[in-house]
């Protein structure tokens, strides 16, 4: 029997502790955690307790884990957004592989340094673009490198985040302002753009952008709105964004069952991003004093709601991404119109599906292997690929130049919607490199 690949984490928050490391409890024999880093003490200990870890295996900081000395094979690194290029260098450094979520990093020059410093130590830093690892886009990549569609001559994918999920992460939470984490269009899409890159193999060559923050701003409601959803809102009941039926009763929460006064909320998210005290009574402390009490209207948020992103390949085709947080329920839609066919498809919510119809000819249904864990089997497919990677089994599906480039697109289109310009992305890929 080989010997467990070892990993040290730092970040143990929702993606860390529990989309990643929940794998190393039904696969003890492939992975085994030495070692966390986490400033919130009862996450820290939390996380020592499941995996078994004493004091000496323990660290406030990234930073102290690694003066600590290498101590495992690779690190896994899910702190936020803005928290992903100084630990990661420093963890290459080190020597560690590392597997690091997306996005890269929240600037242009620290994806570029990223890359430097994964080629400089010679290591594999692979990014969590979980997407590229679930069956659905393992079988639309297949079907489109099979050259069954024909020419492709256009591409519409849209990425519909449902209204809740946009109030919970984008109006109220981590991802809701610039300054605080990074564009929208980053943070939600560097995986959709990552998918383009990957499924059309052919890139892209100009790019525009609109986009803007309609609904989720104080000129949408009357000054008699108050600031929090449980100060006596009189429009609280009727309210899609209720705080209160979102993470209380969870009458707004789709696929939550509903949670009597009183219950626990079960640790899973989002419940476990408001607080790590679920009871009722932590939970309404929580809305009362934290950012997920706090009306939809009344936010520091300013990233947008709705984005369309307009791209010219190398090859002629016409891609249009649509990006928007209004959506009844979250999921991915796309069409991929060829001239020997169109596919459509869409990946979410309840249903997947892919469907060719074939011009002059028939429809047909494809089948898609069914997944186990978030993002329709990313998240376990991304970790366990990781682990073959680093046992010398597997080839990484992606590597760090490709994530750049699907960063380097985010980046481009956050330019191009701010300034009204139309980007020339051979220019702009070779500004990028000469930053740093
Ligand atoms: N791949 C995906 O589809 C996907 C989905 C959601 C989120 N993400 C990304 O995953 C990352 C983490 O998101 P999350 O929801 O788990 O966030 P989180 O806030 O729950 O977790 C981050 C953790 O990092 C910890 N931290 C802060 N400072 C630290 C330090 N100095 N050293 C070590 N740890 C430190 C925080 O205390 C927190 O527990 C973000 O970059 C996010 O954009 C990716």
């Given at each position: 029997m080989?010997?467990?690949?070892?990993?040290?984490?730092?970040?143990?928050?929702a993606?860390?502790?529990?989309a990643?490391?929940?794998?190393?409890?039904?696969?003890?024999n492939?992975?085994?955690f030495v070692?966390?880093?986490?400033?919130?003490p009862?996450?820290?200990?939390?996380?020592?307790?499941?995996?078994?870890?004493?004091?000496?295996?323990?660290?406030?900081?990234w930073?102290?884990?690694?003066a600590a000395?290498?101590?495992?094979d690779?690190?896994?690194?899910?702190?936020?957004?803005?928290?992903?290029?100084?630990?990661?260098?420093?963890?290459?450094?080190?020597?560690?592989?590392?597997l690091?979520?997306?996005?890269?990093?929240?600037?242009?020059?620290?994806?570029?340094?990223?890359?430097?410093?994964?080629?400089?130590?010679?290591?594999?830093?692979?990014?969590?673009?979980?997407?590229r690892?679930?069956?659905?886009?393992?079988?639309?990549?297949?079907?489109?490198?099979?050259?069954?569609?024909?020419?492709?001559?256009?591409?519409?994918?849209?990425e519909?985040?449902?209204?809740?999920?946009?109030?919970?992460?984008?109006v109220?939470?981590?991802?809701?302002?610039?300054?605080?984490?990074?564009?929208?269009?980053?943070?939600?899409?560097?995986?959709?753009l990552?998918?383009?890159?990957?499924?059309?193999?052919?890139?892209?060559?100009?790019?525009?952008?609109?986009?803007?923050?309609?609904?989720?701003?104080?000129?949408?409601?009357?000054?008699e709105?108050?600031?929090?959803?449980?100060?006596?809102?009189?429009?609280?009941?009727?309210?899609?964004?209720?705080?209160?039926?979102?993470?209380m009763?969870?009458?707004?929460?789709?696929?939550?069952?509903s949670?009597?006064?009183?219950?626990?909320?079960?640790?899973?998210?989002?419940?476990?991003?408001?607080?790590?005290?679920?009871?009722?009574?932590g939970?309404?402390?929580?809305?009362?004093?934290?950012?997920?009490?706090?009306?939809?209207?009344?936010?520091d948020?300013?990233?947008?709601?709705?984005?369309?992103?307009?791209?010219e390949?190398?090859?002629?085709?016409?891609?249009?991404?649509?990006?928007?947080g209004?959506?009844?329920?979250?999921?991915?839609?796309?069409?991929f119109?060829?001239?020997?066919?169109?596919?459509?498809?869409?990946?979410?919510?309840?249903?997947?599906?892919?469907?060719i119809?074939?011009?002059?000819?028939?429809?047909?249904?494809?089948?898609?292997?069914?997944?186990?864990?978030?993002?329709?089997?990313?998240?376990?497919?991304?970790?366990?690929?990781?682990?073959?990677v680093?046992?010398?089994e597997?080839?990484?599906?992606?590597?760090?130049?490709?994530?750049?480039?699907?960063?380097?697109?985010?980046?481009?289109?956050?330019?191009?919607?701010?300034?009204?310009?139309?980007?020339?992305?051979a220019?702009?890929?070779t500004?990028?490199?000469?930053?740093v």
């Open positions: 080989t010997k467990p690949i070892e990993l040290v984490l730092m970040g143990a928050g993606r860390g502790a529990h990643y490391a929940s794998y190393a409890f039904t696969h003890p492939e992975v085994r070692a966390v880093a986490e400033p919130d009862e996450r820290r200990r939390r996380f020592a307790n499941e995996h078994d870890l004493d004091e000496s295996q323990t660290f406030e900081s930073k102290d884990l690694i000395g290498k101590m495992a690779g690190a896994l690194i899910t702190t936020q957004d803005r928290m992903h290029v100084e630990p990661t260098i420093a963890a290459l450094e080190a020597g560690y592989d590392v690091l979520e997306k996005p890269m990093a929240d600037s242009l020059e620290g994806c570029v340094r990223l890359v430097q410093a994964a080629e400089r130590t010679g290591r594999t830093l692979q990014i969590c673009h979980v997407l690892y679930t069956p659905f886009w393992q079988t639309l990549q297949d079907i489109l490198a099979s050259g069954q569609l024909g020419r492709i001559i256009t591409v519409e994918h849209r519909n985040v449902a209204w809740w999920h946009m109030a919970h992460s984008f109220r939470g981590n991802w809701r302002n610039k300054e605080l984490s990074t564009p929208m269009i980053l943070a939600k899409c560097c995986h959709d990552d998918l383009l890159v990957w499924n059309l193999d052919d890139p892209v060559v100009r790019l525009s952008s609109v986009g803007s923050l309609l609904h989720y701003t104080a000129e949408s409601v009357g000054p709105i108050p600031l929090r959803c449980t100060d006596g809102c009189p429009i609280e009941a009727d309210c899609p964004y209720s705080a209160l039926g979102i993470y009763d969870g009458r707004l929460l789709p696929g939550s069952r949670l009597a006064e009183g219950e626990t909320a079960p640790n899973v998210w989002p419940f476990m991003t408001i607080s790590n005290d679920l009871s009722w009574d939970r309404l402390a929580a809305l009362k004093t934290g950012p997920y009490g706090r009306c939809v209207y009344r936010c948020n300013d990233v947008v709601d709705h984005q369309v992103v307009l791209m390949t190398a090859s002629g085709t016409s891609v249009s991404l649509t990006m928007h209004h959506s009844n329920e979250e999921h991915r839609s796309l069409r119109d060829g001239t020997k066919a169109s596919l459509r498809a869409r990946f979410g919510g309840n249903i997947q599906a892919i469907v119809y074939h011009h002059g000819g028939a429809q047909e249904v494809v089948e898609i292997p069914t997944a186990s864990s978030g993002h329709g089997g990313g998240d376990w497919g991304t970790f366990s690929s990781f682990l073959r680093l046992r010398g597997e080839k990484a599906l992606t590597d760090v130049r490709a994530s750049l480039e699907s960063h380097l697109l985010a980046f481009a289109a956050e330019e191009a919607r701010l300034n009204h310009q139309v980007i020339d992305m220019a702009f890929r500004q990028a490199e000469g930053m």
